[in-house]
């Protein structure tokens, strides 16, 4: 089958692999319908990721039809359509059993962390799923089953970036009234924005310095901010009724530094600086508000302005989405119209096509997310 494997940093290939086996009596096979390439994926990329191994197939995000399923598996069954949430919970261990679906203690035999498709060794070392088959495990517990009236479309996002944005937006506690400043206008950024509003926040900011990504937020109500043309700082602390705002910090590490506000120079070449949206972030939320971080940060960072969220008294929630706690109650907002996620994909492309999809992604520019079918 084909498969889009990590041969190294910047080096992505469409390979041919043996398709996947029931290894185990609750997995699955799934044949991969929709799969589409995360910020995350950027990470593993960039060659970022302790423990990612030339020859594994990525991806964490996919959707599919159930074809194999082992001897134990009950709740799907052939010719189901399935969405996965790219958390692997076995279901049964204490951190399962308490809804921390992105913390199983089962799921990952190389390490602490629960694990994650196609995310390498640390993350348990599974295969992922931007391929044409994938294994899926615990899968009495793991897969939402896709109702007739919700296409793969529709569905695909709820393996991450929808779940991930609503997270953001949950951890970060957003109320009716609120004014609320999300930091990048990635596909978690869009979908903690739109969560956002569902949730019933009054203005929601929107950071980020590309216009294409932008405009995708400010089409669902949002108000964007284009750190190139104007102070971010300045601008909320001016419009959140002087108070600043509930923030929500859809970035993480790879965030690229403030620079002159020069509007003509090129985004793409701006150096990265890992703290600069936690440091704007420490000037613009409110006093005593709970800062949501869904962006990923895997290192420490001596220069973490620690004193100040002290003294602004300010608190901080953040990890990897449990998708599962969110997956059911979206796709039945999906499912009665009140989102429609697929505004978002900018580019729909074969998976045989993933080397050029993996440097468009990587590039941002024009693309807001990218859907694979194979
Ligand atoms: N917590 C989780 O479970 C989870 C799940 C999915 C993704 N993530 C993480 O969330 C982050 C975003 O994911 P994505 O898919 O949207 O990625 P993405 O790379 O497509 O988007 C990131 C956006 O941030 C913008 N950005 C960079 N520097 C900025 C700055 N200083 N201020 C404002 N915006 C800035 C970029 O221009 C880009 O548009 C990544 O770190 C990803 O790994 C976490
Ligand atoms: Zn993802
Ligand atoms: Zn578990």
Redesign the pocket.
């Known amino acids: 089958m084909k498969a889009v494997v990590y041969h190294g940093p910047m080096d992505v290939r469409v390979d041919d692999k043996p398709k996947p086996k029931i290894e185990h009596q609750e997995d699955i096979v799934l044949k991969v319908t929709r799969t589409t390439i ?6 593993l990329y960039h060659g970022n990721v302790k423990g990612m191994e030339p020859g594994q197939t990525l991806g964490h995000e996919f959707a599919g039809v159930v074809e194999q399923v082992g001897d134990s598996v009950d709740e799907v069954k052939a010719g189901d359509r399935v969405v996965i949430p ?2 692997i919970s076995c279901g049964r261990c204490w951190f399962c059993r308490h809804q921390f679906w ?1 913390q199983c203690d089962r799921s990952n035999p190389k390490g602490e962390l629960g694990a994650v498709y196609g995310y390498g060794q640390m993350m348990g070392g599974y295969d992922g799923g931007q391929a044409e088959y994938v294994r899926v495990p615990y899968a009495n517990t793991d897969p939402l089953k896709i109702p007739d009236n919700v296409s793969d479309d529709q569905a695909l996002f709820l393996t ?2 929808l ?2 944005g609503y ?2 937006a949950d951890i970060a506690n957003v109320q009716p009234g609120d004014d609320v400043a999300v ?8 979908f903690s924005a739109m969560s956002s509003l569902l949730r019933g926040a009054a203005r929601v900011f929107v ?4 216009p294409t ?1 932008l405009d995708k937020v400010a089409k669902i109500g949002a108000e964007p901010i284009n ?1 190139d043309k104007e102070d ?1 700082v300045e601008r909320i602390k001016k419009e959140a009724m002087g108070k600043g705002a509930v923030c929500i910090d ?9 620079h002159s506000h020069d509007a003509s120079s090129n ?1 793409a070449y ?1 150096p990265q ?1 890992s703290l ?2 936690i440091n ?1 972030i420490v000037q613009v939320a409110h006093k005593f508000s709970t800062v949501g ?5 895997m290192t420490e960072f001596a220069n973490f302005p620690f004193g100040q969220f002290f003294q602004r008294e300010l608190q901080i929630k ?4 449990p ?1 599962k706690l969110y997956n059911e109650q979206l796709l039945h907002l999906i499912e009665v119209g009140r989102i429609d996620p697929t505004q978002l994909i900018s580019h729909r492309m074969k998976l045989d096509e993933a080397k050029r999809a993996y440097d468009i ?2 590039k ?1 520019g024009e ?3 990218i859907v694979l079918t194979p």
């Open positions: 995360c910020g995350s994926d950027l990470h790219f958390n992105s991450d970036v779940a991930t997270f953001g930091f990048g206008a990635g596909p978690v950024g869009y950071v980020d310095h590309w990504r750190f971010p859809a970035v993480g590490y790879e965030a690229v530094g403030h985004p701006i600086n600069q949206v704007w971080i869904p962006g990923v940060y953040m990890g990897q989405c998708v992604f990587d941002k693309a807001t997310k």
